[in-house]
C-alpha cells in the first residue's frame, strides 16, 4: 500500500489509523498535524502534499506560529526548517521502501511453507 504525506485531523483526540509516522508540524489555524499515512485509505477530512507543497504548507504556519528545535529558543531560520522537511521526508520514504522489501520477504516465505 502507497504511503504519501498528509494533513490531518486528530479523531476522538486519537491520531488516525491510517497515520503511520504523525504529529508533526501542528497548524493551530485548521487543528491538523502533518504525517506519512496510507494512500488508500477513506479519511474526509486529510490533504495529500507533495513535498514542495509540505514545504510551503509548513512555512506558511512556521510564520504564523514559528517552529523551534528542542533545546533552543530561536526558532527555525525559513532554511533550517526547508532542510529538516526535507530530510523528515527522505527518512518517511526511506521507512516505506524498508516496510516493502520486510512485506516481499514475508510474502515469499509464505509462499514456501
Known amino acids: 500500500?502507497?504511503?504519501?504525506?498528509?494533513d490531518?485531523?486528530?479523531?476522538?483526540k486519537k491520531t488516525?489509523?491510517?497515520?503511520?509516522?504523525?504529529?508533526?508540524?501542528?497548524?493551530p489555524d485548521s487543528d491538523t498535524y502533518i504525517g506519512h499515512g496510507h494512500e488508500n485509505f477513506d479519511q474526509t477530512d486529510k490533504t495529500?502534499?507533495?513535498?514542495?507543497?509540505?514545504?510551503?504548507?509548513?512555512?506558511?504556519?512556521?510564520?504564523?506560529y514559528p517552529f523551534y528545535a528542542?533545546?533552543?529558543?530561536?526558532p527555525y531560520t525559513e532554511n533550517e526548517l526547508?532542510?529538516?522537511l526535507h530530510k523528515w521526508v527522505d527518512l518517511q520514504e526511506i521507512e516505506e521502501a524498508a516496510?516493502?522489501?520486510?512485506?516481499?520477504?514475508?510474502?515469499?516465505?509464505?509462499?514456501?511453507?
Open 16 to 27: 488516525p489509523d491510517w497515520i503511520v509516522n504523525g504529529g508533526y508540524f501542528y497548524d
Open 99 to 113: 516496510d516493502i522489501r520486510r512485506a516481499q520477504r514475508l510474502a515469499k516465505r509464505a509462499a514456501r511453507e
Open 70 to 74: 528542542f533545546d533552543s529558543d530561536t
Open 82 to 84: 526547508t532542510s529538516k
Open 48 to 64: 495529500d502534499y507533495t513535498r514542495e507543497q509540505l514545504v510551503s504548507r509548513v512555512l506558511d504556519t512556521h510564520k504564523r
Open 8 to 12: 490531518y485531523k486528530l479523531i476522538n
Open 1 to 6: 500500500m502507497t504511503r504519501k504525506i498528509f
